[in-house]
């Protein structure tokens, strides 16, 4: 089965998609992962994503479907877990066409926070620089301070988790994924998961809710 998780910026998506792809056979995509290294390449396309990311936009809808089109061609017999994308009704079109001779979307996860709580956990946020592992400078920090517990790699304060982008995102996420819910709900593929609490409680709801 492939899945979709969504939610809004903070909601913990990269670290439910760890456990996911790590108990399941999935295929993880996430398609801010996927343009991130597309900047630290400097390509084309990272070069045109990075004006967008810096300031919390979205980037383009043909952009971000032209990506996923070619990593589900590139293996159309995986199963996937798409984090991040979709992001918008169009793109959900396009994942919903995309995905139907690979069996479609089984269901579409979607990870409830509270905004008051987003803010704190966004801010706090520390990334590996060489694994791309995620801390929280007083939720989960790391045993030495700025370097991960798994590789030794630098942590950092991703551009974006920064105060003044920060808004704009949670901003972006309201009117332009938040839509989302009533697509999937209409789809009968939607399912809330409380997305309070430590990763191992959220990660066992989303187990339970995946059994329904
Ligand atoms: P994330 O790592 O999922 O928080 O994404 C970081 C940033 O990448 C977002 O704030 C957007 O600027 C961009 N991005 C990631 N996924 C998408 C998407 N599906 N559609 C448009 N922009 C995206």
Known sequence: MSLV???????????????LVDRMQLKHISTGDLLRAAIKKQTDLGKKAQTFMDKGELVPDDVVIGLINEVVSSDPQAKY?????????????????????????????????????????????????????SFHVSMNPPKQEGVCDKCQGELIQRDDDKDEVISNRIKVYEENTSPLKNYYQDQ?????????????????????ALKD
């Open 5 to 19: 998780l969504f939610g809004p910026p903070g909601a913990g998506k990269g670290t439910q998609s760890q456990f």
């Open 81 to 133: 877990l798409f984090d991040g994308f979709p992001r918008t009704p169009p793109q959900a079109e396009a994942l919903s066409t995309l995905m139907k001779p690979h069996g479609g979307i089984s269901k579409a996860l979607f990870l409830d926070v509270p905004s008051a709580l987003l803010m704190d956990r966004l801010t706090g946020r520390r990334v590996c620089t060489k694994c791309g592992e």
């Open 188 to 208: 009968g593929l939607f399912s809330s998961i409380d997305g309070q609490g430590s990763p191992e409680d959220v990660y066992s709801r989303l187990e339970r």
